[in-house]
Structure formats: C-alpha cells, structure tokens
Antibody, heavy 120, light 106 residues
Framework: EVQLVESGGGLVQPGESLRLSCAAS????????MSWVRQAPGKGLEWVAN????????SYVDSVKGRFTISRDNTKNSLFLQMSSLRAEDTAVYYC?????????????WGQGTLVTVSS | DIQMTQSPSSLSASVGDRVTITCRAS??????LAWHQQKPGKAPKLLIY???SLESGVPSRFSGSGSGTEFTLTITSLQPDDFATYYC?????????FGQGTKVEI
C-alpha cells in the first residue's frame, strides 16, 4: 500500500525557516518524481515544487523561488522541503504527492498534509 | 507559465444529474491534464489522467475529454458521494498548475 506521511509543520514567525519531511513507503520511490502542493485555509490547491528521480533538479512556483528548496534521499525514501524567509502568505497545509513515473500519471497519491502557520 | 481556468467556480446539482466542468489552459498542454476530487479536510484524489484515462478504482460515471486548451470533466448521474470540489491539473516537463476549483453542491 502506498503511503506518504508528512511531518515538520508548525507555527513560525515571519522570516523564519522550517523543514518539512515526507516519508514514503509501498512503492519504488526512486522511480517517481515527487511534488509538494499546498492549500491555504479555505483556498484552492497550489503546486509548490517538483523534484526529478535522482534529486538533481527541482522546479518551483515563482512565489517560492529562491526561498524554498526541494530535495530527496532515495536511500531513505524521503522527500524534503526546506522553507526559508517564510511569509504570512505561505500559511497552508502542505501535501507531499507522488508524481510522474512515465506511466502518464501525475500526483496519483497524496499524504494527509502538514499545517504550516506563519504568524507573529 | 501556463494558467488553468475552470468554470464554473461552483454549481448546484441534484442526485442523478449530469454535471460538466470545463478547464481551459492559457496555451496548449496536449493531453497532459488530470482531474482531482477533494472533500473537506481530506487530501485530493486522482480521478482522471492524461485527459481521458480513468484512474483505477474510480467509478465509470466519471469521464474526461479534450486536448490542447479545452477539457471537460463529466459526471453522469451524480451520486451523494460526489459532492466535493474538483480541480483540473496540468502537468508539464518542469511545472504543474491547478485550476481554481469547482465546488459541486446540493
């Protein structure tokens, strides 16, 4: 069974940093790209970042470029999102999602999400 | 960047109704378009991928069509479990983008 479990969310002040983690199990982790998607309270889904199979290349939505870094550890089946210079508008539930593997599917499994609140 | 626009943003329907949701891309995305269903407090669930392929386990009353810049999600005979918010999602080589969502209400 595919499982994605996020952790690391919490309350931080503007300008601070936070690192999210996602533990993956039940599938061949290194055969899938992975993504982070967020959802601000009462709002729609926003794709945040994607990382390729080996972890050498990440892509980001413009609003987080230069502040967020996506990474992965294929030896530990783990995905990470390092967030710095956090702003109030980064407040959201952050989902880890399994992404492209060449089968035509994208974002076919999601974690339960972890809440990040940026407030003073 | 490619922008995805859904319509309508919300709709009211009854059990048994046929429902159609439209998603338009700001430029051609070929068939790299998916549809997700989200219920309150839950993670999204993939329904359709590659514009018209039904994800395993998803009821056949859900279907997707389109290519290029215009896509539709159709639910034939709406069921009580289908009241939710639906999002289209473009997936490209270096980015992804969601539509703003369509809330299907009673």
């Amino acid at each position: 069974e595919v499982q994605l479990v996020e952790s690391g969310g919490g309350l931080v002040q503007p300008g601070e940093s936070l690192r999210l983690s996602c533990a993956a199990s039940g599938f061949n982790f290194r055969s899938h790209q992975m993504s982070w998607v967020r959802q601000a309270p009462g709002k729609g889904l926003e794709w945040v970042a994607n990382i390729n199979y080996g972890g050498s290349e990440g892509s980001y939505v413009d609003s987080v470029k230069g502040r967020f870094t996506i990474s992965r550890d294929n030896t530990k089946n783990s995905l990470f999102l390092q967030m710095s210079s956090l702003r109030a508008e980064d407040t959201a539930v952050y989902y880890c999602a399994r992404d492209w593997d060449g089968s035509g599917r994208s974002l076919d499994y999601w974690g339960q999400g972890t809440l990040v609140t940026v407030s003073s | 960047d490619i922008q995805m626009t859904q319509s309508p943003s919300s709709l009211s329907a009854s059990v048994g109704d046929r429902v159609t949701i439209t998603c338009r891309a700001s430029q051609s995305v070929s068939s790299w378009l998916a549809w997700h269903q989200q219920k309150p407090g839950k993670a999204p669930k993939l329904l359709i991928y590659k514009a018209s392929s039904l994800e395993s386990g998803v009821p056949s009353r859900f279907s997707g069509s389109g290519s290029g810049t215009e896509f539709t999600l159709t639910i034939t005979s709406l069921q009580p479990d289908d009241f939710a918010t639906y999002y289209c999602h473009h997936y490209g080589t270096f980015s992804r983008a969601f539509g703003q969502g369509t809330k299907v209400e009673i």
